[in-house]
């Protein structure tokens, strides 16, 4: 079945970096996009960013946009999310998702992982 995995959260100061790692497997070929969800506490999940199966196209929503880069390895079937100049309001349990087609888009995904908690604090 499908599996996504996410790693590389933690506690960070502002201003610094995070990249944050979600490994995927049980889909078949390359055909599934990816996107980047975060969840702060008693705030609506937001939709961060997202890459399309093969075009590499992207999204970013405006509060990360400018900070952030997401990124596939195909070969290592891994989406990479990347983020610089974190602020305490980034802070929130980050999770991807995907589903099986092609387009970067933030709504009806299938599959999901069970999340990564970003910190962000002095």
């Known amino acids: 079945q499908v599996q996504l995995v996410e790693s590389g959260g933690g506690l960070v100061q502002p201003g610094g970096s995070l990249r944050l790692s979600c490994a995927v497997s049980g889909f078949t070929d390359d055909y599934y996009a990816i996107g980047w969800f975060r969840q702060a506490p008693e705030k609506e999940r937001e939709g961060v960013s997202c890459?399309?199966?093969?075009?590499?196209?992207?999204y970013y929503a405006d509060s990360v946009k400018g900070r952030s880069a997401i990124s596939r390895d195909n070969a290592k079937n891994t989406v990479y999310l990347e983020m610089n100049g974190l602020k305490p309001e980034d802070t929130a349990v980050y999770y991807c998702?995907?589903?099986?087609?092609?387009?970067?888009?933030?709504?009806?995904?299938?599959?999901w992982g069970q999340g990564t908690q970003v910190t962000v604090s002095s």
């Open positions: 998702a995907a589903y099986l087609g092609a387009m970067c888009i933030m709504t009806d995904y299938t599959y």
């Open positions: 890459i399309s199966s093969n075009t590499g196209k992207t």
